[in-house]
């Protein structure tokens, strides 16, 4: 176990320069660059924030800012999009890199890394834009936000639970990868990150909280909607469930590694 | 001493299950046998000093990538154990992991990094591996406009920028110019002396020939020889000789469908050898005085006999040919049963390089009237230069030096 961490802190150059690479070659042919990266985010956070809210016009109740129901899709969606990056990336991780494994001696926990790295980036500038936009809309959340950190490693400790635990499984069972971008899907309505809990009866509600997203986005909701910390209690379950998720992968990865490199 | 590279008892197998799910319940502990067992690599001992040079031979499936796969632990043993002391660097897969949009010297940062290297270490080497891949400017453009021998060349600055223990050189090192050529083996030629330990696969006999001290041959994932590269050479070319041979039975069975014999069949070729004071071999000096050796056969009477061969270098290029109507010594009217031996002597005045020797029977100037048997690589030949100064080329014409200085 211990050599597994040794190997990865003498390839940290590595993940650093990999990250570095992703990005830089996502934009090394465009003339605006790195300001690419703002853009993205930006642009996706003004469609939810003035279409939304133009056309929809939807109320929450609890809040009174016009925006209401855009900056509760934002808030939701900024934790969800967090989870599917590095859940969906981790899923296909190994196979993708297939050729890389095959031939090159280098410990392969790092490629999860990378992808845990460049999500991260992509989350931040997200949320720094999104906080930003909130702040035009005179909406400001800004004392709860020292809660977000936990939420992040959380979100990041499921995403990488499943999408590590799966992606080890699926280049044995490669259905496992068809299958999950489904799940995925459907994972999406079933967690309230379009709609609120409280618009399920009340005779159902606690089958969301069966999902372990659910605890989470509210979390999420919490802060960056009612500017609150979130509810502990909801996040209990997640928690443990990524525990024993990231323990099952790592055990995963050290039984399957020898086999690994045969079978892709 | 210790050994640089020991393996002992080393196999290899790859686990087919009936379904997957049984693989991943093994890891759990679950008795779960496999459905077949591919044997890669079957129980193979042996050990490598720091400084030796060691080839390794097989056929194509014999189970060379593997256990160099094995070595450069991209695959893992099934049973026994490997032992290496120092950092391993292989010539294998030049370029992996290059990002084309990166330039040359990002990309050496990178696949640096994904062998192993800091960015201070690298800081270190940078200028020196951008002088040594003499690329010019390329160095800080995008590697997609390069050339592939500029890719080349900068995969191979990464590889050897710093000195491994064990340095695994594929033949496909060859390919490039050859200036770069030359430079790239100087540079093995110093990591050797300064002792690191060469594994070359080639299946060069020259280039096994001069650059090792020792060879190990695998046939079918066991290792069947392992010693002076001359012998073992010699055994794997006697190998290779058996299997085509019996692949040419093969080819016989559906006689008029092969491409390698025609003819018509009225006289047929027996055998044919090279040999030097009548003694057979298949390596020669150059300019060695040779006899070629041919024996045919006739099966119906035929009014005229003429047999010519034809030299080729191995891209096929005829380097000469006659036969004997041109050197005016045709036999007429031949009895059924009749078997002649033709002896052909003569200087091969030829470079280094394999070449091959195709055979025919005919009537008539050229076999273009009566092709009675042609078949193509009869025979295959090396040209070792032992006894004459260095030259390129696949012809040997020695000039006499004279020069003034005024």
């Known amino acids: 176990m211990n050599r597994i961490f040794r190997d990865i802190w003498s390839y940290r150059y590595f993940i650093i320069s990999s990250i570095k690479t992703e990005f830089r070659s996502r934009f090394v042919r465009s003339k605006l660059g790195a300001l690419w990266m703002i853009f993205h985010p930006l642009a996706q956070v003004l469609i939810y924030a003035l279409v939304l809210s133009a056309v929809l016009k939807a109320k929450l109740p609890g809040i009174e800012s016009q925006y209401a129901y855009a900056i509760y899709l934002m808030a939701g969606m900024v934790g969800w999009t967090l989870f599917m990056d590095i859940a969906s990336r981790m899923l296909t991780v190994f196979i993708d890199n297939g050729n890389l494994i095959k031939k090159m001696s280098f410990p392969k926990l790092t490629l999860p890394l990378i992808i845990i790295g460049s999500s991260l980036i992509n989350f931040l500038l997200l949320f720094i834009v999104m906080v930003i936009v909130f702040a035009f809309l005179g909406h400001f959340t800004f004392s709860a936000l020292l809660w977000i950190p936990l939420l992040m490693v959380l979100t990041m400790a499921l995403a990488i639970g499943i999408g590590l635990t799966l992606g080890i499984l699926n280049v044995f069972i490669r259905d496992i990868g068809q299958v999950m971008s489904i799940v995925f899907q459907f994972w999406f309505w079933l967690t309230p990150v379009v709609y609120a809990s409280s618009m399920i009866p009340q005779e159902y509600r606690h089958l969301l909280f069966l999902n372990p997203m659910t605890g989470i986005i509210e979390g999420y909701h919490s802060i960056l909607v009612y500017n609150k910390m979130p509810q502990l209690a909801l996040l209990i379950y997640p928690s443990l469930l990524s525990l024993a998720l990231l323990t099952l992968a790592l055990f995963l990865y050290r039984k399957s590694n020898a086999e690994m490199a045969d079978l892709l | 001493m210790t050994p640089i590279l020991s393996v002992a008892r080393l196999s290899k197998s790859f686990l087919d299950y009936s379904s997957e799910w049984k693989r991943v319940f093994s890891w759990f ?378």
């Open chain 2, 29 to 406: 502990g679950a008795s779960v046998t496999p459905k077949e067992e591919h044997s890669i690599l079957k129980d193979i001992s042996f050990s490598i000093n720091s400084g030796e040079s060691v080839a390794i031979v097989g056929q194509n499936g014999a189970g060379k990538s593997t256990l160099l796969k094995i070595i450069t632990r991209t695959l893992k043993p099934t049973f026994g154990s490997i032992g290496i002391h120092g950092r391993v660097s292989a010539i294998l897969e030049l370029g992996m992991g290059f990002h084309p949009d990166l330039t040359g010297r990002q990309n050496i940062y990178h696949s640096s990094g994904l062998m192993g290297f800091s960015k201070e270490e690298i800081d270190r080497v940078i200028e020196e591996i951008e002088e040594f891949v003499e690329i010019g400017e390329y160095f800080d453009q995008p590697v997609r406009t390069y050339s592939s021998g500029m890719q080349m060349r900068v995969a191979f600055g990464v590889a050897t920028a710093y000195r491994p223990e064990i340095l695994i050189v594929d033949e496909a090192l060859s390919v490039g110019d050859a200036y770069f050529q030359h430079k790239s083996f100087a540079r093995i030629r110093d990591f050797q002396e300064a002792g690191t330990t060469l594994l070359l696969v080639s299946h060069d006999s020259n280039a096994i020939q001069s650059i090792c001290n020792r060879a190990i041959l695998l046939e079918q994932g066991t290792l069947i020889k392992d010693g002076d590269p001359k012998d073992v050479m010699d055994y794997y070319n006697a190998l290779i000789a058996q299997k085509e041979n019996s692949k040419l039975e093969q080819k016989e069975e559906q006689s008029g469908t092969t491409q390698t014999i025609s003819g018509t069949g009225e006289v047929t070729i027996l055998s044919s050898k090279l040999s030097i004071d009548s003694k057979e071999v298949e390596y020669i000096g150059v300019g060695d005085r040779v006899t070629l050796e041919v024996v045919v056969e006739v099966h119906q009477d035929i009014d005229e006999l003429v047999l010519g061969y034809m030299i080729k270098d191995r891209l096929g290029q005829a380097l000469f040919g006659t036969n004997t109507h041109h050197l005016g010594e045709p036999i007429q009217d031949l009895k059924a049963g009749k078997s002649i031996t033709y002896l052909f002597e003569f200087e091969a005045n030829l470079g280094v390089g394999s070449y091959s020797i195709a055979v025919a029977v005919h009537s008539g100037h050229s076999h273009v009237i009566k092709n009675y048997e042609w078949r193509d690589n009869m025979l295959l030949f090396h040209v070792t230069n032992s006894a004459h100064s260095e030259f390129i080329g696949t012809t040997w014409i020695p000039p006499k030096l004279n020069y003034s200085i005024k």
